[in-house]
């Protein structure tokens, strides 16, 4: 009898599941056809037209017929828009790809971004990424440490970012400045947090020099001004090929940007862009990015990736600058960097 | 007998050309165009910095809910802005100074001396100021860094020292890096003042004894002071306003400038600081305003008329041997200042990587990438749309501007030049942010926002200060006898205007074309903020390019836009010689 009983509440539940996943997914059909009926999605993007996001973009196009307009701004810029248009009641956006704390910063501020819904593929993320209410993992950019290889031996490679406070480097890192907003400021506030106060100030002894050009400075170690520079975008070095540079992931993990999805108050074309959001975790599409050194937020693109990006689509995470934090992260390396 | 009274005399039809020109000389239709002028002016500029004015003022930005306080303010007057600024000052005074000078003897050299290739010196030595600063600044880092620098390995190669023999990246870099740009830039205004002076004064003092040193001095020099004085002030607004040099060889020797001050309260703030970046934008202002009021006192009741009614010919000053010095120095300038940096640029397009000179690396894709980018010419596309329609607009609205200010006395020209100097003395990121506010909160049926020209309102703005000093430096130089001679004979306004006015200018038009249209195709911080999609000028194309680390892409296009500045100075000279030769 109970052998019964299980066998009815396996078949209840089945029944049950597909319902609910048919529901869903007549849903889904629903917001595809209404986002074929807008025709296009305006996104305001960090990408400046980089490749991947380009080629995510064409293939979105050719998928569903939808004509994607992709504004690129840097991040203060790209803010300073989306909150002026919103606040002038210019409506001219429908999605942004921004950083975790720029959207918290958002939310905090103002009422410039609404609720997303459910995007079917965000079932799919890996841990640790999860969706808000108002946001949708996009990608990640870790970032270690690039060295030049002809003037830093093999068996001197820094493994950990203790390495780097080795008084054979002093004066000879170069690093994005680490006192204002930015790839610098992010290694600094979660290097003080995993690896302790003492790690900060050790390094400010190392006398490491500012830069404010992280594409060119990593070309500037290339040529050898530098042997070291700090924090390293994975990414930023996958075109490097053929330069004597290396990437080192330390052992201790990668700091961390994480680049999010919103859906911008009253956009015209709210059905196209969940659809985007939605093409933007299809697994070929985080396949690009992980191609391009990036992590991948959804399950499967990592192990799919080429061999020479699988070591950092699979690099271990140390974690994410908040905003909470940042007044006073970006004060203490002031005091430091005097 | 009747009379007929005044109302009732028949008039003989008047033609309308003569009724037009009669009301041109009527009170109110003159008040009426002042104030039409001074309304578009009051819009490019005044509205923009109302909206940083308030921006300054209050805690949020325009749109947010906040409170007035002067917080803003108060942080500028601190000690570290106080070092800030004394930074900018003194950086921006060296270079502005050295610059003039050089740009003194290189006109001089050009204009009124028999120097062997002067027609090529002359395009040659404008070249680096049309250059984007950011690829001058990458091929001055990978020659003159101390540690594997081009310069610094012959240096120690040659002499055998361990100490290199430069540092870009350091104060005099800076200074080094602005003055590349500074000194072609005061060159193209004062080449043009020098050509339009009369050398019968100068041959006046020789012929009562006066040495050509003493000549020099007395005469050619103070002749030029409007134009030499405009181009100073110009330059040095221009220097304080550097972001590039100083972000890229300031950073890493700890100089802090204003506009890098500004740049990290805008963008690299864990909230954007407008309230302190517009503020001190406000404070620097009013200091260049100060600027401008002593210059308008050294000028004023001075005649610097040296175009009269008696024909002149420009007088070359034969230098002997002398002219392979004068022709060297150019050359010299032209090496370090062209040659060395563009140099780098244009051996590296043909490598896979800058600084990486090996045969496997040998590679046209650059050039193949940049051409066949469709975003690139549609850039193109627009930037020259906008470059033509924008020079041209910011020349004639500076040409009138010019004009109601220097060859007028009516009432409200001082306000009217005023007006059209504003823009300059503001921060081109912090007037960017203006322009961004002021265009989105315009009433909602004014669509110039998110089009293409919320972008050329920006540039006739950014643009009119330099059109209406350079079209003033001309319209002084010029003697009021030729309007009045060619009034007495007959000729009417308008005709005196085109026939005297606009003819004798207009070589300073072409230059005042040139810069702003160059102006145009650099302008970066207004245009990443005011373009929407379609409407992607150059600059923004570069800047997607610079960050995603293709600075050999960046420098294919910066060598075309040189090829274009050669196209381009090579048609305005021929058209000036052209024109010299029929005056």
């Avoid at chain 1, 001004?225 to 070095?237: G, K, N, T």
């Avoid at chain 2, 033609?15 to 039409?36: C, D, Q, S, V, Y």
């Avoid at chain 2, 430069?166 to 004062?190: D, E, I, K, R």
Wanted: charged share 15%; net charge positive; glycine share 6%.
């Amino acid at each position: 009898m109970s052998r019964v009983l299980k066998w009815i509440v396996c078949a209840g539940w089945l029944v049950g599941s597909s319902a609910t996943v048919s529901a869903q997914s007549a849903d889904w059909t629903a917001v595809v056809d209404a986002a074929k009926k807008e025709g296009k999605v305006v996104v305001y993007s960090m990408a400046l037209g980089a490749p991947y996001y380009a080629a995510v973009l064409k293939s979105f196009e050719a998928k569903y017929g939808i004509k994607v307009e992709s504004l690129d701004l840097r991040a203060s810029e790209l803010a300073e828009r989306v909150r002026t248009e919103q606040a002038a009641g210019r409506f001219l956006g429908d999605t942004e790809i921004i950083t975790t704390t720029m959207i918290e910063e958002q939310l905090k501020t103002g009422d410039y971004v609404q609720k997303v819904g459910d995007i079917p593929n965000a079932a799919n993320l890996r841990e640790p990424f999860k969706t808000s209410d108002v946001s949708v993992p996009a990608y990640v950019q870790p970032m270690g440490i690039l060295i030049n290889t002809r003037l830093v031996k093999p068996e001197e490679e820094p493994k950990s970012w203790n390495d780097l406070n080795d008084p054979k480097w002093k004066g000879k890192i170069l690093s994005d400045d680490m006192r204002p907003l930015g790839s610098g400021n992010t290694m600094f506030a979660v290097l003080q947090k995993k690896m302790g106060a003492p790690f900060n100030e050790q390094l400010a002894e190392q006398k490491p020099v500012f830069s404010r050009d992280m594409r060119n400075d990593a070309r500037r170690v290339a040529r050898g001004e530098y042997p070291i520079y700090v924090p390293q975008v994975f990414a930023f070095a996958s075109d490097l090929k053929g330069l004597p540079v290396k990437v080192v992931i330390p052992q201790e993990g990668a700091p961390y940007a994480q680049m999010e999805f919103a859906l911008l108050k009253n956009a015209a074309h709210p059905n196209a862009a969940r659809l985007l959001i939605n093409h933007f975790l299809e697994i070929d599409s985080q396949l690009l990015y992980a191609n391009a050194w990036m992590l991948p937020v959804v399950k499967g693109a990592a192990e799919r990736a080429n061999d020479d990006a699988k070591a950092f689509a699979n690099a271990k995470l140390m974690g994410m600058a908040t905003l909470a934090e940042r007044p006073a992260m970006m004060e203490l390396a002031r005091k430091l960097y005097q | 007998m009747s009379t007929l009274s005044s109302n009732e005399i028949t008039h003989p039809p008047m033609r309308w050309g003569i009724r037009f020109a009669r009301l041109m000389e009527g009170k109110a239709p003159r008040r009426l165009a002042l104030a039409a002028l001074a309304l578009l002016l009051a819009f490019l500029s005044l509205y923009p910095l109302s909206m940083l004015l308030y921006g300054s003022l209050h805690t949020t930005p325009p749109g947010m809910a906040g409170t007035f306080n002067l917080s803003g303010y108060i942080q500028v007057f601190t000690w570290p802005t106080a070092v800030v600024f004394a930074n900018t000052v003194g950086i921006s005074l060296l270079k502005t100074v050295f610059s003039l000078l050089l740009a003194v003897l290189f006109g001089w050299i050009i204009s009124r001396t028999d120097t062997p290739m002067r027609g090529s010196l002359e395009v040659l030595i404008t070249l680096p100021f049309f250059v984007p600063p950011i690829l001058t600044a990458m091929a001055w880092g990978m020659l003159g860094n101390p540690q594997v620098g081009v310069i610094n390995l012959a240096w120690q190669w040659l002499s055998g020292s361990e100490t290199p023999l430069v540092n870009v990246y350091s104060y005099a870099g800076v200074v080094w890096h602005m003055l590349q740009y500074s000194t072609p830039f005061l060159f193209l205004f004062v080449v043009e003042a020098f050509r339009a002076m009369d050398p019968a004064l100068e041959e006046a003092s020789r012929m009562c004894g006066a040495s050509q040193w003493r000549t020099f001095r007395r005469v050619t020099l103070p002749l030029m002071l409007p134009a030499v004085i405009t181009a100073f002030l110009l330059s040095f607004i221009r220097g304080l306003e550097s972001f590039e040099s100083p972000l890229f060889f300031g950073t890493p020797a700890k100089i802090e400038v204003v506009t890098t001050a500004i740049y990290n309260s805008i963008h690299h703030q864990s909230i954007p600081n407008y309230q302190f970046a517009s503020a001190l934008s406000f404070v620097i202002m009013g200091l260049m305003f100060l600027l401008v009021i002593w210059q308008w006192h050294l000028l004023r009741g001075r005649s610097f008329q040296t175009v009269t009614g008696k024909g002149y010919s420009p007088r070359v000053i034969k230098l002997g041997p002398w002219r392979w010095l004068t022709f060297a120095v150019c050359v010299l300038f032209f090496i370090i200042s062209v040659v060395l940096p563009i140099g780098q640029l244009l051996l590296g397009s043909f490598f896979q990587f800058f600084g990486f000179y090996q045969w496997d690396m040998l590679t046209l894709d650059h050039y193949r990438s940049v051409l066949g980018n469709d975003e690139v010419w549609r850039a193109f596309r627009n930037t020259f749309l906008l470059g033509f329609g924008g020079a041209s607009a910011t020349m004639v609205l500076g040409s009138i501007v010019a004009y109601v200010s220097t060859r007028t006395r009516w009432s409200g020209r001082q306000l009217i030049d005023v007006l059209a100097w504003l823009p300059w003395m503001m921060p081109g990121m912090v007037l960017a942010v203006g322009f961004l506010w002021g265009f989105a909160f315009l009433p909602g049926a004014i669509t110039i926002y998110g089009t293409i020209w919320a972008l050329l309102i920006a540039y006739v703005a950014l643009g009119t200060p330099v059109s209406v000093r350079v079209m003033s430096a001309a319209y002084h130089q010029l003697s009021f006898d030729l309007e009045e001679c060619s009034r007495v004979h007959g000729a009417s306004w308008w005709q005196t205007l085109w026939r005297i006015l606009i003819a004798l200018a207009w070589p300073s038009f072409a230059v005042g074309w040139v810069l702003t249209f160059f102006g145009i195709m650099r302008e970066l911080s207004a245009s990443v903020l005011l373009y929407s999609v379609g409407s992607e000028v150059l600059s923004v194309v570069l800047l997607r390019m610079w960050e995603n680390g293709q600075a050999e892409a960046v420098s294919v296009v910066g060598l075309m836009m040189m090829l274009l500045v050669f196209l381009f100075r090579w048609v305005q000279l021929r058209l000036i010689k052209r024109y010299v030769s029929t005056l």
